[in-house]
């Protein structure tokens, strides 16, 4: 007779999951030193086991409905803040039809929900990839007896940057397809020089500006004639909404607020499909600035002329003697044809919702404010139109957008920042990482148009919304939290939280948003866990394989010969079905090894299987299986 004992991992303090493909708690593989012989018509049967199982999760549309949120923590409603919450399935979606479900251990679960976190995360600073993001999903385990504890959810926020400078590309985004201009720069790509009276409009669409303090700068030295206009801003990506219309959000209305300057700046109603999240424009001899928002409150609205969620282009008034910097520390625009201060580029600095631009004064040789703001603000701004206002979730993908009209007139892309992570723009997937366009594409651009009539973004309220700021030197968006929305919430705005369901299956019963605490944030780093065990289910008995052995069963459902030697029921003998187990057969059932001569053997190959003969991947931590053996009696 010989007992045989058997390990995944050598050490009970040994915890690790897997310590290599041949050592998993649920497949594993031990070799002996020396060779064991196994005298001729010999049995064996399984001795007793000690397994830790984790149970499955059963999930389904009724429980995987989850929506992300990243920027600051509202108190009472969504009013005060510039993000949205966006949605993710933790599952196959796919299988979930018609009432389906399926059976998930916790470890793979995890993984449903890091995969579901990759396609409902937006913001570039968390954005790795199409499909992926900073946001993972693992087990928690009792340090005890490294039983399931539930789920910790931890938020990477990207940092890494680099400064475009070569190898741009265009996109021609007139509202007939009418750009006439030569692109020249050799390998830079970067100058884009008018051809026509009419000139161009044009986007690079490659890589959107950092919120890690990226800034973008381009050139206007030469478009400067009297009879040249030209726009330089940044906008996000807009699909084509036809002859007449051109790239523009479909709330666009550009004949309200400031929209008669903002056309001088390209000659009339050629402007009518023209867009921008924020612009630098030459209006015939001035310096001109517009910025996108809502009025809500206005005789276009009342009369029925215009929504109130319609985007307007609204001026910054950056003159004025009362904040002004020399020399817009006058009561009219800059006079950008006379040029007295020797300006020639435009630089756009964006740090997490704060959105700055300077002017490079070439005599100088140095970096002017033209307008920010919060140093704006402080130098004695007094009206909402003095100041840049904080970029919401629509603005998170911005992208140099570029217009010059006189044939000779030319603008030059000097460089953008971007994240390292951020992939590049792609036709086919951009939708997957950039969440306005996942909005155009969804039919629900709605949920934008909700941030823009927020009182802060409203020109006909007072309210001021002060901008979070990235943390200089590590990039962190400061005051920004990751939180995971599980159920209807009133605070994160009970209609578009309707259909969340999580709460219960993460391990939050009760709680409606998880989020981390002060503690658990530390520069790019948030991390937060379930604070109950989440319910699991163990319906499925397991079975003991020995696969290099030369015993025959019969599997019956699914009509093979089989390497299995015993039957794990539901229930131990302490009548657990999940966590630590521990399996002693009342009565052995030996099993024939079939073996007329000497059996040499010098491994014992051991899975742990379902009755399909998959592995049972819920079985985690340190697995002990002793087996016997005897010569047949």
Same mark, same amino acid.
């Given at each position: 007779?010989?007992?045989?004992?058997?390990?995944?991992?050598p050490?009970?303090?040994?915890?690790?999951?897997?310590?290599?493909?041949?050592f998993?708690?649920?497949?594993?593989q031990?070799? %002996?030193?020396?060779?064991?012989?196994?005298?001729?018509?010999?049995?064996?049967?399984?001795?007793?086991?000690?397994?830790?199982?984790?149970?499955l999760?059963?999930?389904?549309?009724?429980?995987?409905?989850?929506?992300?949120?990243f920027?600051?923590?509202?108190?009472?409603?969504?009013?005060?803040?510039?993000?949205?919450?966006?949605f993710?399935?933790?599952?196959?979606?796919d299988?979930?039809?018609?009432?389906?479900?399926?059976?998930?251990?916790?470890?793979?679960?995890?993984?449903?929900?890091?995969?579901g976190?990759?396609?409902?995360?937006?913001?570039?600073?968390?954005?790795?990839?199409?499909?992926?993001?900073?946001?993972?999903?693992?087990?928690?385990?009792?340090?005890?007896d490294n039983?399931?504890?539930?789920?910790?959810?931890?938020?990477?926020?990207?940092?890494?940057?680099?400064?475009?400078?070569?190898?741009?590309?265009?996109?021609?985004?007139?509202?007939?397809q009418s750009?006439?201009?030569?692109?020249?720069?050799?390998?830079?790509?970067?100058?884009?020089t008018?051809?026509?009276?009419?000139?161009?409009?044009?986007?690079?669409?490659?890589?959107?500006?950092?919120?890690?303090e990226?800034?973008?700068?381009?050139?206007?030295?030469?478009?400067?004639?009297?009879?040249?206009?030209?726009?330089?801003?940044?906008?996000?990506?807009?699909?084509?909404?036809?002859?007449?219309?051109?790239?523009?959000?479909?709330?666009?209305?550009?004949g309200?607020?400031?929209?008669?300057?903002?056309?001088?700046?390209?000659?009339?109603?050629?402007?009518?499909?023209?867009?921008y999240?924020?612009?630098?424009?030459?209006?015939?001899?001035?310096?001109?600035?517009?910025?996108a928002?809502?009025?809500t409150?206005s005789?276009?609205?009342?009369?029925?002329?215009?929504?109130?969620?319609?985007?307007i282009?609204?001026?910054?008034?950056?003159?004025g003697?009362a904040?002004?910097?020399s020399?817009?520390?006058?009561?009219?625009?800059?006079?950008?044809?006379?040029?007295?201060?020797?300006?020639?580029?435009?630089?756009?600095?964006?740090? /997490?919702?704060h959105?700055?631009i300077?002017?490079?004064?070439?005599?100088?040789?140095?970096?002017?404010? %033209?307008?920010?703001?919060?140093?704006?603000?402080?130098?004695?701004?007094?009206?909402?139109?003095?100041?840049t206002?904080?970029?919401?979730?629509?603005?998170?993908?911005?992208?140099?957008t570029?217009?010059?009209?006189?044939?000779?007139?030319?603008?030059?892309l000097?460089?953008?920042?971007?994240?390292?992570?951020?992939?590049?723009?792609?036709?086919?997937?951009?939708?997957?990482?950039?969440? *306005?366009?996942?909005?155009?594409?969804?039919?629900?651009t709605r *949920?934008?148009s909700?941030i823009?009539?927020?009182? *802060? /973004?409203d020109?006909?309220s007072?309210v001021?919304?002060?901008?979070?700021?990235?943390?200089?030197?590590?990039?962190?968006?400061?005051?920004?939290v990751?939180?995971?929305?599980?159920?209807?919430?009133?605070?994160?705005?009970?209609?578009?939280?309707?259909?969340?369901?999580?709460?219960?299956?993460?391990?939050?019963?009760?709680?409606?948003?998880?989020?981390?605490?002060?503690?658990?944030?530390?520069?790019?780093?948030?991390?937060?866990?379930s604070?109950?065990?989440?319910?699991?289910?163990?319906?499925?008995?397991?079975?003991?394989?020995?696969?290099?052995?030369?015993?025959?069963?019969? /599997?019956?459902?699914?009509?093979?010969?089989?390497?299995?030697?015993?039957?794990?029921?539901?229930?131990?003998?302490?009548?657990?079905?999940?966590?630590?187990?521990?399996?002693?057969?009342?009565?052995?059932?030996?099993?024939?090894?079939?073996?007329?001569?000497?059996?040499?053997?010098?491994?014992?190959?051991?899975?742990?299987?379902?009755?399909n003969?998959?592995?049972?991947?819920?079985i985690t931590?340190?697995?002990?299986t002793?087996?016997?053996?005897?010569?047949?009696?």
């Open positions: 007779m010989s007992l045989i004992i058997t390990s995944n991992i050490k009970d303090d040994d915890l690790r999951p897997d310590t290599s493909n041949t998993k708690p649920y497949s594993y031990n070799r %002996l030193l020396n060779t064991m012989k196994i005298p001729p018509m010999s049995e064996i049967a399984l001795e007793s086991c000690k397994i830790t199982k984790n149970g999760l059963s999930v389904s549309a009724e429980n995987a409905n989850f929506a992300s949120f920027g600051p923590t509202p108190d009472t409603d969504l009013d005060s803040s510039t993000t949205q919450p966006t993710g399935i933790s599952g196959p979606e299988s979930f039809v018609g009432g389906g479900r399926v059976e998930r251990n916790p470890t793979d679960f995890a993984r449903d929900i890091t995969t976190l990759g396609s409902a995360v937006y913001h570039p600073a968390l954005v790795t990839g199409v499909g992926t993001s900073g946001v993972k999903v693992t087990v928690e385990k009792d340090p005890t039983g399931f504890k539930g789920f910790k959810w931890s938020s990477t926020q990207n940092a890494a940057t680099t400064t475009k400078t070569t190898d741009f590309t265009w996109k021609d985004i007139s509202y007939d750009s006439a201009a030569t692109i020249t720069g050799g390998g830079k790509n970067n100058i884009l008018a051809t026509t009276a009419n000139g161009f409009y044009l986007q690079n669409r490659q890589l959107p500006i950092s919120q890690h990226g800034t973008c700068v381009c050139e206007f030295a030469y478009a400067t004639g009297s009879t040249q206009r030209w726009m330089i801003g940044l906008s996000r990506i807009n699909t084509d909404k036809g002859e007449d219309s051109g790239y523009k959000p479909d709330s666009y209305n550009v309200y607020g400031n929209g008669q300057a903002f056309r001088g700046a390209i000659g009339g109603g050629a402007g009518r499909g023209m867009f999240d924020i612009v630098v424009a030459k209006v015939n001899d001035t310096l001109r600035v517009f910025q928002q809502t009025v409150n005789t276009a609205v009342t009369n029925g002329t215009r929504q109130g969620s319609d985007l282009m609204k001026e910054i008034i950056y003159w003697a904040f002004g910097a020399p817009f520390n006058k009561g009219t625009p800059y006079d950008i044809t006379a040029n007295t201060a020797t300006f020639t580029k435009v630089r756009f600095t964006l740090s /997490n919702e959105i700055s300077h002017l490079w004064d070439a005599g100088g040789f140095v970096w002017q404010l %033209l307008v920010d703001n919060i140093v704006t603000k402080a130098a004695g701004a007094t009206q909402k139109n003095n100041l206002l904080p970029r919401t979730a629509s603005q998170w993908n911005m992208y140099p570029l217009h010059a009209r006189g044939s000779g007139a030319y603008l030059t000097e460089s953008i920042d971007h994240y390292d992570a951020q992939p590049v723009y792609d036709p086919l997937t951009y939708t997957k990482t950039n969440w *306005w366009g996942h909005l155009e594409a969804s039919g629900l *949920w934008a909700e823009d009539v927020r009182p *802060w /973004n020109f006909s007072a001021e919304l002060v901008p979070k700021l990235a943390q200089s030197g590590t990039g962190e968006m400061a005051g920004y990751f939180s995971i929305i599980m159920s209807p919430s009133d605070i994160y705005g009970r209609q578009i939280t309707q259909g969340l369901n999580t709460s219960r299956i993460y391990g939050f019963g009760g709680i409606n948003v998880a989020s981390p605490i002060a503690a658990n944030i530390t520069n790019l780093t948030q991390f937060f866990v604070s109950d065990i989440p319910n699991i289910i163990s319906t499925s008995s397991l079975f003991v394989r020995l696969n290099n052995f030369t015993q025959q069963s019969i /599997n019956a459902r699914q009509g093979t010969v089989s390497k299995i030697i015993a039957h794990l029921p539901r229930f131990d003998n302490a009548g657990n079905e999940t966590g630590g187990l521990f399996f002693q057969p009342g009565e052995k059932t030996y099993v024939a090894l079939n073996n007329p001569d000497t059996l040499y053997v010098n491994s014992f190959d051991v899975d742990y299987v379902y009755d003969e998959t592995l049972c991947k819920a931590g340190k697995s002990i002793v087996f016997h053996i005897r010569q047949q009696r």
